[in-house]
């Protein structure tokens, strides 16, 4: 069974005077360990699909099927707290607190769902040791490079040990060493942990080291194929 399943997916986003269809009947499977890239020119749907997949965004139509689960059938508080438990997201921005360390930053999101706080920081160091952080565990996000930044976001997003990884544009903010580095990073995760990505990106060089490759045209899928 596909740990993502996207069945006859719509979403049009009404502003009173437009209406934008960013996705138009779209069909996605997804399975268990696997790494895919969403790739497509700006305005496609990319991000859009990423945030309807993961419960992020509602639909206009269609089905979202995670684990078996409809997502979208759940109420807010259930949903979110499914993805607290059984996702972690990576985005462009670092979204990391300057004023806390990089383990603070880390265990934040466990604290907040209630984790004691011993517990939640020995988590955090497991997931700072995962992205070769740990010397750096005690360093605030100005005390280090955009790359260090990015594995502290990282190791975030696994420190809950999610079933899948959303990653929008994970590498956007980074040049082209560093961004190499992560994507490998994240390739070693996908491989050692057998976790599920979703990796949004326009970076060709990126989305080689994917698994598969999902092309996307005006909110729909025009090609897809393997690596």
Not at 106 to 130: F, H, I, N, R
Not at 134 to 161: F, Y
């Amino acid at each position: 069974m596909a740990i993502i399943k996207a069945t006859n997916v719509y979403k049009t986003y009404d502003t009173g005077k437009i209406q934008v269809k960013a996705l138009r009947g779209l069909d996605l499977e997804v399975q268990k360990g696997d790494m895919i890239a969403v790739m497509g020119p700006s305005g496609c749907g990319k991000t859009t699909l990423l945030n309807c997949l993961s419960g992020l965004d509602d639909l206009t139509d269609g089905k979202v099927l995670i684990e078996g689960q409809d997502i979208h059938a759940m109420k807010d508080n259930p949903r979110t707290e499914y993805r607290a438990k059984k996702m972690g997201f990576i985005f462009q921005s670092f979204n990391l607190l300057p004023v806390l360390t990089a383990v603070e930053n880390v265990e934040l999101p466990l604290l907040v769902s209630g984790m004691k706080t011993k517990e939640a920081k020995q988590k955090a160091e497991k997931a700072l040791d995962l992205v070769g952080l740990m010397d750096w565990k005690d360093h605030k996000p100005s005390e280090m490079s955009g790359g260090q930044q990015q594995r502290v976001t990282i190791a975030r997003s696994l420190v809950n040990d999610p079933t899948i990884v959303w990653a929008d544009e994970p590498t956007g903010n980074l040049d082209t060493k560093n961004s190499l580095e992560v994507m490998d990073l994240l390739l070693e995760l996908n491989k050692k942990n057998k976790q599920t990505f979703v990796v949004v990106t326009h970076d060709p060089a990126i989305g080689k080291k994917c698994k598969r490759i999902i092309e996307m045209r005006s909110g729909v899928i025009a090609k897809e194929f393997s690596n």
